[in-house]
């Protein structure tokens, strides 16, 4: 094997991995803010399905995979495991560089990992339709890929921004049978009280989260669909670090480095909490888990641990993580699903105790990389995977004049096809570098809602 | 084996196979038109590379692929093979639906399978630099990508209107380095004579074609990639099929019916000259071959067999081949790849002597397979896959109530991102079924060059 390891269908992982038995600390509840409490699970199955809440909590190490759900992912699962040995010959590297490939699948990216087993299980607890935001549209066209498939209607709130930078996005909704608008929209109360504050609100994954959180829970028949942050999406990416490890049998190397970016967190935590579990448990405690975000919108790199909400409107539980203020408003870059503020529990916990090394990058340094990627290895990524080949290429060329074998391992989240507008900016030269917007997210920390 | 098929890297074939030897009558010689007498390997040569001139006529039944093509393939390829099995039961077939997913690829299609084989021959051969005309835009981005990859310059001439209805397209090519210009263009003497004739002419492959010709022949260093139609160009894509048979290995299937759409012939020629030789050699004589393309550029179903050029403009050498005319000017229907007025002189000789069997079809039922496809299987095919799509469901329902044994085998030749504002015209109920144009095509016919 000295390109590409390929598992047959049925090496699809049968199981998920989790983490959580494996954590060296206890996860904090979420918070109802109604009552201040713990949130319960019925409180978590309102919108959510109920097998999803007792995920949330499992201490089970390995939970099956429904086969209903494994027969879906059969359709581009397992992804490809691809040794980048153009890009390792490019930058001089003596390092072996990896890259599992989630553009294979039919929406486009990793998110239908999660889309469908949320779908199935909103769908056996008798759920028809489904709500969700999006914020560059990978998510949406996910949950519309797994809802058109199981025969279930959609309705997707897609940030107004990437709505209109992307205008075919809401195509691609439309051909899986889901409906898509722009957020902040007058579809629900809660867009039309952002429109009346501000008609000219770019959106933002926040606002759209509000609004499909509003309309699930105005609609019986309604589950929503949540697109990361939570320790059961997390869990369900897990299948791309578990497919990786049985690929990794076809080689003659294992990843010592193992690198992906940041959004809300479920990308990362797919394919590295199975090595990050193996670095926990001590079987390799040298293991090196890098994430990368924006610096326009750099939560683990400047943000603070604390309470706080999911979405801008306050309508979610309040989770305890590493967060920029749930009203920050990140800058238009191109990287619209990593304009979150906040991100996963789990990962926020682990870059606070050192287990993960956070890192941040600007727009142009980022689509360098991604260009390079595509001249070396073909793929044309999405701007939020461009962040991942950044830190790859950084991390690679350490390793120019040594001898010392270093493996590489990350995780190509997405393809770039409905992003080359953006790409276009960039060999235009009018990308822009937006500096960190300190004194803006300092007001929103301020405003981060009080838990005793 | 249920549902995908995988072959583990070193499967990819080592040889394309060549079915001349197979071939139950003689292939006429392509004609100098300057002189009226069959082409000389050196005239070919003048803007193809010298290899691809032997195999344009060789006698061999297998040709190496030669280690730095496979070496390029390896990043994707093999392609899946993945049976259909939603689509079977959406249906409610006996069929078996299987397909080859050529989508996986860098570009989207089976184009890099013969781009990087001539990108490489032409840099082998001392050229630096490559052009090409493209329809839809997917070979112009395979010709993007193989040069990006070998380091060598490219001018892509795509069809004005493909460049005006998919704006990405040419993005996509730049991110890869190359240069990518609407046709008819001020670049070129040729494109400059078509717009002083008519300056509203929205182009087509055949003005494409003569651009890129023209600036091929002017430019020493500069070598011309062809997408389909001549003969090694059908060999290149014979990965396809070959990997097909392999894959085959791993169920308990073996295709007795083999579907491709058509356009010049490449795809077609790919997913089934393989299975054609078995059928050739009597090996499996009921092999039921089909191939599909739209009523609006009926070449195979309403055509002549006879000599004419590839491009609008008289600048190729003559072929014995099926045309409509080398200046018939099909509509501007979605599938821009499947808007070329000539078929492969092997298809168009196997289609008359009955080996293989033409259909065609409107945009609409055309487009109204690709969503079902869609809905059931997950990917968004191109447009021009979509005819192929149309007719397997043609086919596989004619298996709704029989237990007869049926395997239906289709190219999925390429994904349709870049073609979604041809799915939302379809959508919006604003896509029109061009009758055939048969004025048209008989005043086109009738200015067919006279070769004694």
């Known amino acids: 094997m000295d390109k590409k390891a390929n598992l047959i269908e049925n090496d699809i992982p049968k199981n998920w991995y989790n983490i959580l038995p494996d954590l060296p600390f206890e996860m904090e509840p979420m918070i109802n803010p109604a009552n201040m409490k713990p949130l319960t699970d019925e409180e978590f199955a309102g919108v959510f399905p ?23 992912y059969r359709i581009w699962r397992p992804s490809p495991l691809i040794r980048a040995t153009r890009l390792e010959k490019y930058l001089g590297t003596n390092a072996h560089i990896y890259f599992k490939w989630e553009g294979v699948s039919p929406p486009g990216s990793h998110k239908p990992n999660t889309a469908v087993p949320q779908a199935y299980y909103h769908q056996k607890e008798g759920k028809t339709r489904m709500t969700t935001e999006t914020g560059a549209g ?5 949950v519309a890929f797994a809802t058109g498939l199981l025969g279930m209607d959609a309705t997707i ?33 809660v867009g039309r009280a952002i429109l009346k504050k501000d008609p000219n609100n770019i959106g933002s994954l926040t606002t759209a989260i509000s ?18 942050l939570i320790t059961s999406v997390c869990l ?18 294992y990843p010592d480095t193992v690198i992906g970016c940041i959004g809300g967190g479920s990308n990362f935590a797919g394919v590295s909490f199975p090595f990050i579990g193996e670095k926990l448990r001590g079987e390799r405690p040298d293991m090196k888990i890098i994430t990368c975000e924006p610096m326009s919108c750099p ?35 191109h990287a619209g699903g990593l304009r979150l503020h906040c991100k996963a529990p789990i990962v926020s916990k682990l870059a606070l105790n050192g287990t993960i090394e956070p890192r941040a990058y600007h727009q142009n340094e980022v689509f360098e990389a991604a260009t390079t990627f595509a ?13 991942a080949v950044k830190g790859v ?28 507008a953006a790409y276009e900016s960039y060999f235009d030269g009018t990308l822009v570098d937006y500096e960190y917007p300190f004194e803006l997210v300092q007001e929103c920390l301020c405003r981060l809602p009080k838990v005793e």
Chains 1, 2 share one sequence.
């Open 393 to 420: 290429i950084d991390e690679a060329l350490k390793f120019k004049n040594t001898k010392e074998k270093k493996v590489i391992l990350f995780n190509a989240s997405g393809h770039g096809h409905f992003d080359l």
């Open 138 to 142: 990978q998510w949406g066209s996910a």
């Open 299 to 333: 939560t683990l790199t400047k943000g603070i641990f604390a309470y706080d909400y999911g979405d801008s409107e306050g309508l979610t539980p309040l989770i305890k993580m590493t967060t920029l203020g749930h009203d920050f408003m990140p800058p238009a870059i």
């Open 211 to 228: 609004e499909a959180l509003d309309d699930a829970m105005h609609h019986e028949e309604t589950g929503y669909g949540i697109g990361s």
């Open 236 to 253: 369900h990416q897990t299948v791309i670090g578990l497919e990786a490890q049985e690929q990794f049998k076809q080689t003659e190397d």
């Open 157 to 189: 709130y897609m940030a107004k921004l990437s709505f209109t930078q992307k205008p075919y996005r809401k195509v691609l909704m439309r051909t899986w049978g889901a409906e898509c608008l722009p957020s902040p929209s007058n579809n629900t109360s």
């Open 375 to 387: 001249r070396t290895e073909g793929f044309v990524v999405a701007p939020e995977t461009a962040h």
């Open 50 to 72: 109920k097998e999803m809440g007792k995920q949330e909590h499992s201490r089970k190490q390995y939970i099956p995979i429904p086969e209903a759900v494994r027969d879906i």
